[in-house]
């Protein structure tokens, strides 16, 4: 090689090394976020166009819900559906389409119409989905990935949906596993989605292929995830996350590895969705809903006196309450400064005062029957544990339960010697359990199911629900047969046992309230109580005097759907 020929190839490096460090160096314009639409109502599931021009949306208010779109920078929305329950519309690869959800009375249906309006098409209907708002279309467009439940709606997986109707099973969550929430990779050989264990508490992020295979976890917070979209390249995928506290936008390389804060976002933004050509983003701006603890009083076991009133607000929310024996105090779990702890107020919401700080996910308080302990659930790595409290002071104690099981909400024996728990050890089904305060291995109860246990005020039975079947059941203390006292509803937490009945709640999937009903034993009559004005959230529980209820109730606020300029 000559020199010449040398001295031109080093410039010619130099050159290149020189615009390469330029562009390293220039700074990237500043990011700027904007409101994109501002209709009044709660605005949801936000989806950018395969152009890139436009966003279609779901819209809850009063007179004006339905799914909407919306050009980017422009001022006015396309109202395309009026239905108050149609969710999550996502656009076909091509532009000319949207797929949506909405309720019915057998469950949820998917439908896809012109993206400008025109002749609804259903593709799939089915039982309803505890995670509606699982859609995604395949880049190719020739299915839609959505979370599929059985009957009971307890088990979902993520199932890929063909244009002729047809179904097939991507993912195969095992025991109390929950699937939900798709988004295909932009080459559509990829599908990530959230994985959720038992109720929800823990969820973390996984990619599987397309084609079907063994799901790989991305994330291991094992905390509340609300909405993921992938990068155009392929490479990270963004998603919500309460990791660190607080629910906000999180970034994570498609392969795995550390999670990283989405700059400029800040608090309360969920369901994100990137522009195919990755320069904006678009969220769900302003907390969903704050739960808040609200009041009944009761003339009798059948009539309520009076309408409710909110006796426990407050940031951070409050759910799954109980009452103290004497009534004067209420436990709860609220996430007032990050985590979900438990607290307690007098029974008029005053004097409120944190009793736990494990910086976890604690939950589902019980008051022993003597007041003098709080039995509650907490969750210190991935599985869940049985706690107790004194409630004058002291750290919490871990109840030596059934290790490397998910074991949560305790409820007491009437004399308070025992705590009843539900346990899934061996990955199996959740079983009831009980174990004794001052020790002991802990007793096998259930054989065929249960999740929550209260006994009876005479000390004969133990009625409890179930994970994956509706209804309450009933067994003799001392051992014997099942029955099923109550065959219709999944409550969980949402019942509670009075003297002569079950209290509990429940909605028809189609009605847009829910109602408090009273179940009597001597009739077998089902007698509504009080129909709840706004969604509910997970507790129901009777003083013990049976004069007055609890319930939890689900604050919708306005929310906005934002859109950043300059994402990167």
Known sequence: MSVGTTLLALLSGIGIWRLARNRAETPLPPIEVVPLVGLPGFEGSPAFSPDGNQVAFDLHGKENSGIYTTVVGGEKSLRLTSNSGDCCPRWSPDGRQLAFSRPTDEGVAIYVMPAFGGTEHRLYSGPVSIFPRSLDWSPDGKVLAFSESQTDKTHTWIALLSLDSTTRRLTSPSG?????GPAFSPDGSTVAFVRAIATGVVEDLYVVPATGGAPKRLSFDKCFIDGITWTP????????????????????SASGGTPRPVPGVGVDAVLPSISPKGNQLVYLQGSPGKLNILRLNLRDEKHRQGPPAEVISGKGGAGRPHFSPDGKRIAFESARFGYPEIWACDSDGSNCGQLTSLHGTAGAARWSPDGHYIAFEFRPQEHSEVYF???????????????????GGPNWSRDGKWIYFYSDRGGGPFQLWKIQLNGGPPVQVTKNGGVFAAASADGRFLYYSKFDVPGIWKMPLQGGE?????????????WALGQNGIYFIRRVNTQPHATVQFFEFATHRIIPIWTLEKPYGPGLVLSG???????????????????MKNFH
């Not at 490479?235 to 999180?250: A, C, K, N, P, Y």
């Not at 409290?389 to 074991?407: C, I, K, Q, S």
């Open 482 to 494: 099942e029955t099923r006292v109550l065959d219709q509803g999944l409550f969980w937490f949402n």
């Open 545 to 563: 005097d049976g004069r007055s209820i609890l319930y939890v109730q689900n604050e919708f606020k306005q929310s906005n759907i934002m859109l």
């Open 389 to 407: 409290l004194e409630v004058g002071g002291g750290r919490p104690r871990l109840l030596a339960t059934l290790p490397g099981a998910d074991n």
């Open 176 to 180: 109390q596993e929950l699937d939900f």
């Open 233 to 252: 390249d392929g490479r990270d995928i963004v998603f919500s996350s309460l990791r660190g506290g607080s629910e906000t936008l999180w970034r994570i």
